[in-house]
């Protein structure tokens, strides 16, 4: 079968204080990723981050969550993704987004970092924005000085409900993503509406 992806990162920062933080869905993402399909994540120095492997759809793909802080994920990105050689337009990154609601997903290639500090490194690291990127809503605060408490901070229950329901919805669309049936996965995202 011919791929779409070879390599999915989950964006969030390492450590058990971040762990259920509305910056670490991206972590989340991943982590139900390898307790559905048996994937064990392992530290990888090398690539400054925990990697893993599993079957899609009978294609192989690795995994990758960065464990250099959000603001240096690009650090292991470019250090994985250069190593396989894999092309940045087959990377797929799993990120927080606050201009979705909770309950939200979308997919998208290539665009601007919006802000988002570990998408600015990427980009900054890989010379190029065209990678694609699978966006879960974590809702924004009232005051946009408020941001950065706001997303280092975990989600009211409801809210992790929603997001946890976004993350189910888009992983059970995944062999349709590493197989880039693109506009099928992006038709069926827009259709959830979150709180």
């Known amino acids: 079968m011919s791929s779409a992806l070879d390599l999915i990162v989950g964006l969030g920062n390492p450590g058990a204080q971040y762990a259920r933080t509305r910056h670490n869905a991206g972590f989340w993402w991943l982590d139900r990723l390898a307790t559905q399909s048996g ?5 990888e120095s090398r690539f400054q981050g925990e990697t893993a ?8 793909c690795r995994l990758l969550k960065p464990t250099t802080f959000m603001n240096r994920s690009g650090r292991a990105v470019v250090g994985l993704s250069r190593y396989f050689r894999i ?3 087959r ?3 799993v990120h927080d987004d606050i201009d ?7 997919l998208k290639q290539g665009g601007g970092h919006g802000g988002h500090n570990g998408l600015r490194d990427i980009v900054a690291a890989l010379g190029a924005a065209d ?7 974590i809702g924004r605060p009232g005051d946009q000085s408020a941001v950065v408490d706001y997303v280092l901070q975990t989600p009211r229950t409801e809210e992790a409900a929603a997001i946890m329901e976004a993350v189910t919805a888009s992983l059970e669309l995944l062999p349709r993503i590493v197989a880039g049936e693109w506009q099928t996965v992006m038709q069926f995202l827009h259709s959830l509406r979150g709180l």
Do not use: K, S
């Open 39 to 43: 994937a064990v994540f392992a530290v």
């Open 53 to 60: 492997t599993t079957d899609i759809g009978g294609h192989a």
């Open 87 to 89: 092309p940045v337009e």
């Open 91 to 93: 990377i797929l990154v």
């Open 100 to 106: 979705l609601p909770p309950g939200t997903a979308r």
């Open 131 to 137: 990678f694609w990127r699978l966006r879960l809503g």
